[in-house]
């Protein structure tokens, strides 16, 4: 009970923060103007044959969302404990009774709360905008809505990972350039590192065995596989190329890795938090 | 150790790879009891605390809060903590901020706030921390290490940065606080500050405890002389200089030191010279001669 109340106030305290410094504001419109832009200035799923406006914005976005939800996680997060080591907060709250453990947890639930708001608000009102505009169909409400929690669930991630950093540094101004580092690295270079091998192994062995593995091994790669393969399972959408079907293993594989991503970040965040002399 | 020690810290020693941070201490606080921690920067009080709140590694010696052990949850729940410098987050109101450490401390939040009121930034509580004063965020600081009446009150310089009125009102909570029967540790390196509101000093020098005890102990052990200051009629502190002997500080001035047990012989002395004397001033060693004489490095040739 008192472990509870103490993480439950270690959440609010930061769910309170960050809409006090304007995060869930900020967070909320990012997500819906790119989601809004994607659905009425790009190609225009308009005329697309086959597939509703719904699914086929449902499908850009997933691809979207692989650069903006995992930005966002590590903004609202970077800051959170190498923040309060540079404030010497820090100490004053490992005098209290609380656990390490429930401090980071607290933390962890409190910047969920705000990605979660952020989320659904934000791809909400712009499903809402496309529903309006183009008509509703149920198959693009699921795409939309397994868009939103496993958008969550990536983000989770990187709150993980920026939980990781910032517990990993006394500095602020550190703890922002690793992450700046590590989102370029998980979700631009590493798909340019893939892009490369398929190049140069045209079609070979890495292609069709490890390639796909490479693919669910990195989190945000995971989330785009996993949408697309569902989209594609009942709709046919353009660009997936049959995704599915070439695949080695069934798509919730990716779900389990994004799951497995988030308990190893997790863990290493509460191993260098304990680690942590203040 | 007795029952009524609330902090025993014996033979510690921490190092930092090669510096030694604090050097073989050892020092105790009673119940009710205020010690005051004084030191040069980089002396080691910091540290001290560190290793109190059970966050350092200990190198020799052991450390008991309450007869617990530093960092276990007991001692958590005896301990509270100022650290030095310490920015609460500007967007939290100071009643947002107490109701987080009294959630944190597991104590009813309601009961809390009303220390509020007890440091004197009650009209302040529903503004931002932002937009306190120096003085207002350490009266917050010191609300929030009141919270659920502490046995031990650890202030790691609480009192710097504030202006002398802001100080000794500071001060005064602190006393009320001691009187209702907390132990108070508290470290300053301003030295006079401390004079009259403490019970005790140690005087830390590079890690080592260089001095511990009672202020008016200390001085009679540093046997530290008593100045006069005798000015002169007219003037003329040449003619006084050649009857008193004592140092010539200008025109006007001479002065003289003496013992604790001559004072009043040295007075009656003055006190025969009549005309020649307009003035008479006394001055008794403070903390602050007390505190360089016994952080000063032994001359060399003084038997150790
Ligand atoms: N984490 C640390 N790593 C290395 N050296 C440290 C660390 N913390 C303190 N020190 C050193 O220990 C000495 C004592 O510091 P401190 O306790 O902060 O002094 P004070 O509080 O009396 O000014 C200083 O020389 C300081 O540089
Ligand atoms: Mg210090």
Known sequence: MKSLSRIAAVANTETRLASRNRWVLLATLI??????????????????????????????????????????????????????IERNTLPLVLATPVRRSEILIGKFLGHIAVLSVATVVGYGIAGAAVTLVHGFDPGGALAWTRLIVTGILLGA?????????SASTPRVGTAAALLVGIWLLL??????????????????????????????????????LFNLAALEASAPVAGTDGLARSLPFPPALALAALAGW??????????????LRP | MTNETLLGVDDLTIAFGPLTALDHVSLSVQKGERLALLGHNGAGKSTLFRAILGFLFLNTGTIRIA?????????????????????FPKALTGSEVITYFARLKGEPPRKALELLETVGIADASKRRVGTYSKGMRQRLGLAQALIGRPDLLLLDEPTSGLDPISRGE?????????RQGAAVL???????????????????????????????????????????????????????????GGRRLNGRLVELDCGTGDKMAVLSRLAALGDVVADIEIETPRLDDVY????????????A
Not at chain 1, 31 to 36: S, W
Not at chain 2, 76 to 85: C, G, I, T, W
């Open chain 2, 186 to 244: 508290l470290s300053s390196h301003s030295l006079t500050e401390v004079e009259a509101k403490t019970d005790r000093v140690a005087i830390l020098s590079k890690g080592r405890l260089v001095a511990e005890g009672r202020l008016a102990d200390l001085a009679g052990a540093a046997a530290l002389p008593i100045k006069v200051r005798v000015r002169a009629k007219g003037a003329d502190a040449d003619a006084l200089h050649a009857k008193i």
């Open chain 1, 31 to 84: 997500l819906v103007l790119f989601a809004l832009a994607l659905a009425f200035l790009g190609a225009g799923p308009a005329g697309s044959r086959g597939a509703s406006a719904l699914t086929l914005t449902a499908a850009s976005l997933a691809t979207l969302s692989v650069y903006l939800i995992p930005l966002i996680a590590l903004l609202l997060s970077y800051e959170t404990i190498a923040g309060e």
């Open chain 2, 292 to 303: 360089r004489h016994y952080s000063k490095p032994p001359a060399p040739g003084d038997a």
């Open chain 1, 262 to 275: 988030l308990v190893v970040m997790l863990s290493a965040g509460l191993a260098r938090f304990r680690r």
């Open chain 1, 187 to 224: 979700v631009v270079l590493y798909d340019l590192a893939l892009l490369a091998g398929l190049i140069v192994d045209d079609g070979g062995m890495f292609t069709k065995t490890i390639f796909p593995l490479l693919v669910v091994a990195n989190p945000g790669d995971a989330f785009r």
């Open chain 2, 170 to 178: 500071f001060y005064d909570l602190v006393d009320r606080v001691a």
């Open chain 1, 157 to 165: 991630v990187f709150v993980a990972i920026g939980i990781l950093v």
């Open chain 2, 67 to 87: 007869d617990a052990a530093p960092g276990s949850e007991r001692a958590r729940r005896a301990v509270s903590y100022l650290p030095e410098a310490v920015a």
